[in-house]
């Protein structure tokens, strides 16, 4: 059974930044792609940024992308999303979620309790 655990939320002014961390367990290795989903209140949940365990291959959401970047560390069997030049649109509650080769379209095998974000002007 694989557990996914998020931390690293908190409330931060636009302009700043932010690393959140996604512990995988039994070991992240086990699962293919690690990816991280936000859900704004009142939107819908929407990718943000993923990773192949294997490759190390990423995948951006455009709204992100040279702003955030997802990487991990295997030997810790752990994933991050560094988050900067935060704005206050990023405020939404982020999710790791694992799964195949299809996580990206919402074929998520496992999802994190979630963790907020709050980015205040």
């Known amino acids: 059974q694989v557990q996914l655990v998020e931390s690293g939320g908190g409330s931060v002014q636009a302009g700043g930044s932010l690393t959140l961390s996604c512990a995988v367990s039994?070991?992240?290795?086990?699962?293919?792609?690690v990816g991280w989903f936000r859900q704004a209140p009142g939107k819908g949940r929407e990718g943000v940024a993923a990773?192949?365990?294997?490759?190390?291959?990423?995948k951006y959401a455009d709204s992100v992308r040279d702003r955030f970047t997802i990487s991990q560390d295997l030997a810790n069997n752990t994933a991050y999303l560094q988050m900067g030049s935060l704005k206050p649109e990023d405020t939404a509650v982020y999710y790791c979620?694992?799964?195949?080769?299809?996580?990206?379209?919402?074929?998520?095998?496992?999802w994190g309790q979630g963790t907020q974000v709050t980015v205040s002007s």
């Open positions: 979620a694992a799964g195949g080769n299809r996580l990206w379209i919402g074929y998520v095998d496992y």
């Open positions: 039994p070991n992240i290795h086990s699962i293919n792609y």
């Open positions: 990773i192949q365990t294997s490759s190390f291959h990423t």
